[in-house]
């Protein structure tokens, strides 16, 4: 069964600091995408970025990019610059990608994330 | 464009109504889900709808919930008769299909059983 483990319940980091809030998955599929998603206190879910598990390059958007380490099964995401908007609750998740069927995402518990000025 | 539309945003309801929430996904998006957050849960996946057709229900706790999804651009998910146990954030999410593109949600809908 597919699984995603996020260690790190809470995390502080000083405001222009960059933070890594690690990842680690679980399958058994050999194609599986990996997604991050910021939840801000007012609740909604906002996709950050995206990794597939056949991708060479480590994927990055912004200020935003994923430490893909296959063997080691984790995909930690790397916030450079860290802003006071960054707060929030972060969580990792995965999908089995399977043709022509949209993936269910399976999510760890999250990660909440305090930026200090 | 518009994003996933959810109705209502919060709901209040006393034990044993029926309690219907609803969802239109964007546009072109052909895969829609339905996810439920709680603190002791966490967010999980109650079912998904592939081109209308569901494709995994597994997630769906009991018979008192049911989903439908009577076009591309529709769906609703209900609980009937609602309990205290189902107060939780309801989340409908679309995507293109494939598990390799983003699920992109709406602002959920906070449901409130008394």
């Known amino acids: 069964a597919q699984k995603i483990t996020q260690t790190q319940p809470g995390m502080f980091v000083q405001e222009k600091e960059a933070v890594t809030l690690d990842c680690t998955y679980d399958?058994?599929?050999?194609?599986?995408?990996l997604f991050w998603y910021k939840q801000p206190s007012s609740g909604e879910m906002i996709f950050l970025i995206y990794?597939?598990?056949?991708?060479?390059q480590n994927a990055t958007e912004g200020r935003y990019s994923l430490n893909f380490q296959k063997a080691r099964k984790s995909a930690n995401l790397v916030i450079s610059a860290s802003q006071l908007g960054d707060s929030a609750m972060y969580f990792c998740?995965?999908?089995?990608?399977?043709?022509?069927?949209?993936?269910?995402?399976?999510f760890g518990q999250g990660t909440e994330l305090s930026v200090k000025p | 464009d518009a994003g996933v539309i959810q109705s209502p945003r919060h709901e209040v309801t006393e034990m044993g109504q029926e309690v219907t929430l609803r969802c239109k996904p964007i546009?072109?998006?052909?895969?829609l889900f339905w996810y439920r957050q709680t603190m002791m849960r966490g967010l999980e996946l109650l079912i998904y709808?592939?081109?209308?057709?569901?494709?995994?229900d597994s997630g769906m706790p009991e018979d008192r919930f049911s989903a439908k999804m009577p076009n591309a651009s529709f769906s609703t998910l209900k609980i009937q008769p609602s309990e205290p146990r189902d107060s939780a954030v309801y989340f409908c999410?679309?995507?293109?299909?494939?598990?390799?593109?983003?699920?992109?949600f709406g602002d959920g809908t906070r449901l409130s059983i008394l």
């Open positions: 990794q597939g598990s056949y991708d060479q």
């Open positions: 399958t058994s599929d050999p194609s599986y995408g």
């Open positions: 546009s072109g998006h052909n895969s």
């Open positions: 999410a679309s995507s293109r299909g494939r598990g390799n593109q983003p699920q992109h």
């Open positions: 709808f592939n081109n209308n057709v569901p494709i995994d």
């Open positions: 998740a995965m999908s089995q990608i399977s043709y022509n069927q949209g993936g269910k995402l399976i």
